[in-house]
C-alpha cells in the first residue's frame, strides 16, 4: 500500500478557474501534513502546512480530513505560474524519520 | 538563488567509477538529508543526519555511502553503481529533524546522475 497517494494528473485547467486536488495517506499516526510545490527542473518548495482546521494563504486553501485520511489542496483564480507539480508530505511520525512524499500532481494553468 | 548548492549538476558515470555528489548548506541548519527523485516515482528519503550524526539509512545499498564531515556539509560517494541508479539526487537541510514544526526542508537543486 503506497504511504501518500496523489492523482499524478495532469490537470489542464483555464486561467482564473478554481482547481482541487487531494492526497491520501496510509499512516493514521501521522502527525504534520503539507503542500510542497515543485516546478519543472527545479527542487520542491514548500507551499504550505496543512492544520486540522483547515487554512488559508490567499488563493491556496489547505484542509485535512484525519478521519479519512486525506488532504486537500484549493487553488482560486489561478495563475499562469501556477503552473507546477504539488507534492503532498506527511510527517509519519516526528522525530528525525524524515518526510514522506507523495509522488505529485502535475498541475497546468492554459491561458 | 538557494542556500543549499550542490554539485556537480550533471554527471555521467559508468558502472565501474567513483564519484562524489557535494552538498552545502549556508543556512546554520542542524539536520541534512539525501533524496532519490526517479521518473514517476515520489522523493525517497535515502539518509539523514543530524547534527552530524547519522540517523536514519533507509535501506540503502552500500554501493551508496553518505559522509557528514559537519552540520554544513555532506557527501554521497557513488561506487559500482547500477543503470537503475540514475536519477536526479536532492540535498536538503532543516533546522530540526524531519523540518520540525514547520516541516519544511530547503532542497538543493539536485545533481542528476546517468549510470551507463
Same mark, same amino acid.
Not at chain 1, 24 to 30: D, F, G
Not at chain 1, 37 to 56: A, T
Not at chain 2, 21 to 36: D, P, R, S, T, V
Not at chain 2, 74 to 85: A, G, I, N, R, Y
Given at each position: 500500500?503506497?504511504?501518500?497517494?496523489?492523482?499524478?494528473?495532469?490537470?489542464?485547467?483555464?486561467?482564473?478557474?478554481?482547481?482541487?486536488?487531494?492526497?491520501?495517506?496510509?499512516?493514521?499516526?501521522?502527525?504534520?501534513?503539507?503542500?510542497?510545490?515543485?516546478?519543472?527542473?527545479?527542487?520542491?518548495?514548500?507551499?504550505?502546512?496543512?492544520?486540522?482546521?483547515?487554512?488559508?494563504?490567499?488563493?491556496?486553501?489547505?484542509?485535512?480530513?484525519?478521519?479519512?485520511?486525506?488532504?486537500?489542496?484549493?487553488?482560486?483564480?489561478?495563475?499562469?505560474?501556477?503552473?507546477?507539480?504539488?507534492?503532498?508530505?506527511?510527517?509519519?511520525?516526528?522525530?528525525?524519520?524524515?518526510?514522506?512524499?507523495?509522488?505529485?500532481?502535475?498541475?497546468?494553468?492554459?491561458? | 538563488?538557494?542556500?543549499?548548492?550542490?554539485?556537480?549538476?550533471?554527471?555521467?558515470?559508468?558502472?565501474?567509477?567513483?564519484?562524489?555528489?557535494?552538498?552545502?548548506?549556508?543556512?546554520?541548519?542542524?539536520?541534512?538529508?539525501?533524496?532519490?527523485?526517479?521518473?514517476?516515482?515520489?522523493?525517497?528519503?535515502?539518509?539523514?543526519?543530524?547534527?552530524? $550524526?547519522?540517523?536514519?539509512?533507509?535501506?540503502?545499498? =552500500?554501493?551508496?555511502? @553518505?559522509?557528514?564531515? *559537519?552540520?554544513?556539509? !555532506? %557527501?554521497?560517494?557513488?561506487?559500482?553503481?547500477?543503470? $537503475?541508479?540514475?536519477?536526479?539526487?536532492?540535498?536538503? =537541510?532543516?533546522?530540526? @529533524?524531519?523540518?520540525? *514544526?514547520?516541516?519544511? !526542508? %530547503?532542497?538543493?537543486?539536485?545533481?542528476?546522475?546517468?549510470?551507463?
Amino acid at each position: 500500500r503506497k504511504e501518500v497517494e496523489q492523482d499524478p494528473g495532469p490537470f489542464n485547467v483555464p486561467e482564473g478557474a478554481t482547481v482541487a486536488f487531494n492526497c491520501t495517506y496510509s499512516n493514521s499516526a501521522s502527525q504534520s501534513f503539507f503542500w510542497y510545490r515543485q516546478d519543472c527542473r527545479k527542487e520542491p518548495k514548500l507551499l504550505m502546512s496543512v492544520y486540522s482546521s483547515g487554512n488559508e494563504d490567499g488563493r491556496f486553501t489547505a484542509q485535512l480530513n484525519r478521519a479519512s485520511q486525506y488532504i486537500s489542496l484549493l487553488i482560486r483564480d489561478s495563475k499562469l505560474s501556477d503552473s507546477a507539480t504539488y507534492l503532498c508530505v506527511v510527517n509519519p511520525g516526528g522525530g528525525a524519520d524524515g518526510l514522506t512524499f507523495g509522488k505529485g500532481t502535475h498541475l497546468i494553468i492554459q491561458p | 538563488e538557494t542556500g543549499v548548492t550542490q554539485t556537480p549538476r550533471h554527471l555521467v558515470m559508468g558502472m565501474t567509477n567513483k564519484k562524489s555528489l557535494k552538498c552545502e548548506q549556508h543556512l546554520g541548519h542542524n539536520a541534512m538529508y539525501w533524496y532519490k527523485q526517479s521518473a514517476k516515482k515520489p522523493l525517497e528519503l535515502m539518509f539523514v543526519y543530524n547534527f552530524k $550524526e547519522q540517523t536514519e539509512n533507509n535501506s540503502v545499498p =552500500s554501493r551508496f555511502s @553518505p559522509e557528514c564531515p *559537519n552540520s554544513s556539509h !555532506l %557527501f554521497l560517494h557513488l561506487h559500482t553503481l547500477q543503470p $537503475e541508479d540514475s536519477a536526479l539526487y536532492l540535498c536538503a =537541510s532543516s533546522q530540526n @529533524p524531519s523540518g520540525g *514544526n514547520t516541516g519544511e !526542508l %530547503f532542497f538543493g537543486e539536485g545533481s542528476r546522475l546517468t549510470v551507463l
